[in-house]
């Protein structure tokens, strides 16, 4: 691999702003050639370069516009192409965005069909996504991905106190179920933790007023949203990062936790569950189970000593399975056709 192309329709979406993300603090864009909402001329350019040494990567089909479009027009290439993504949303029925996992076969069967040979692979984010993109399409190469970040400056342990940090971040938001973590909380029988939760979102009220009336001030605090720049900062001072989605087609902070050395709760909804599989990097929880998210969270203040002390086994596990030196190598291999293991489950 001699270059790497992105072309997008916007650098960072509204909501993603919302959420304290800066395009500028993306790892490694600097060495890649971007190019932001290209006319469609130059989109046709970047489609006809060297065909023949080019693998074009979209993410998904129909998920954004921009890339919609792109796919489309590619279609009078003759080129090598992939999709790299999650699998659908599968929030209950009637939410927003969210229908069960048959009614997006079958609108694939009548819509995106007709598209299937002209895709060669599928980079899918975790195992679910995996599952799915077999089901679809029996033709297609399917490889198990993972995301992957890269921390911003280099890190050191969190400073020694009594009480478990405990930290949530991401969107307060239905699907994030930041609320499950508060009923867990208000069952633990000790006393010695606190816990932060980063973001903002339509859950905060609810949650505001669940800490008042359960008094979990001393224990709780809600910070509001942080520049994406400042997570790794934020996470380091803490010990057990916790991640209770109903739905995540991966969750990249787990990434980001690891990395810092934390120690991993989430549940069997999250894609990133998949690097849990060592027991010192942290556990897995059934989603919407406040009762076992209760005893995991028990469990860490009862074992604190032991989690800090496996604290770098961590960092050197996350740097050298999830890296995006690692993730990327992984990459080029498989379009190599050298079918490599999944480093991440090394």
Not at 24 to 39: D, F, I, S, W
Not at 148 to 165: A, Y
Not at 172 to 195: F, G, Q
């Amino acid at each position: 691999m001699d270059k790497v192309i992105i072309a997008t329709g916007e650098a960072v979406s509204e909501a993603r702003k919302n959420m304290g993300w800066e395009v500028a603090q993306v790892p490694g864009l600097n060495r890649c050639e971007v190019y932001l909402n290209p006319m469609p001329q130059t989109i046709d350019f970047l489609l006809s370069n060297r065909p023949d040494s080019s693998y074009h990567l979209f993410s998904g089909i129909r998920g954004f516009q921009f890339v919609f479009d792109a796919f489309k027009k590619s279609l009078k290439y003759n080129l090598k192409r992939g999709l790299i993504t999650e699998r659908p949303n599968t929030f209950a029925f009637g939410r927003v965005n969210g229908k069960p996992l048959w009614a997006h076969r079958i609108r694939f069967l009548l819509q995106d069909r007709r598209f299937t040979p002209y895709v060669q692979c599928v980079f899918a984010m975790g195992e679910e996504a995996v599952d799915y993109f077999h089901s679809v399409c029996k033709r297609w190469k399917v490889f198990p991905f993972a995301y992957c970040t890269d921390l911003l400056e280099s890190l050191s342990s969190s400073s020694i106190r009594c009480e478990t940090g405990l930290v949530f971040v991401g969107s307060l938001s239905w699907w994030k179920a930041p609320i499950d973590i508060l009923k867990s909380v208000a069952c633990l029988s000790s006393n010695s933790y606190h816990i932060n939760f980063i973001g903002d979102g339509p859950e905060r009220h609810k949650m505001e007023h669940f800490i008042r009336r359960h008094e979990l001030t001393k224990n709780v605090s809600l910070l509001g949203t942080k520049q994406n720049s400042e997570i790794s900062s934020i996470l380091s001072q803490h010990d057990v990062l916790i991640l209770p989605s109903i739905y995540d087609g991966w969750g990249a902070v787990v990434n980001e936790a690891l990395q810092c050395g934390l120690y991993v709760i989430c549940s069997d909804s999250c894609g990133a569950k998949e690097l849990l599989t060592d027991k010192r990097c942290g556990k897995v929880f059934q989603s919407g189970n406040d009762k076992e998210l209760s005893q995991i969270m028990q469990y860490c203040i009862e074992h604190i000593t032991e989690i800090r002390a496996n604290r770098r086994f961590r960092q050197l596990w996350a740097e050298q399975c999830i890296s995006g030196k690692v993730i990327a190598h992984y990459m080029v291999d498989c379009l190599s056709g050298k079918e490599p293991c999944q480093p991440w489950k090394r």
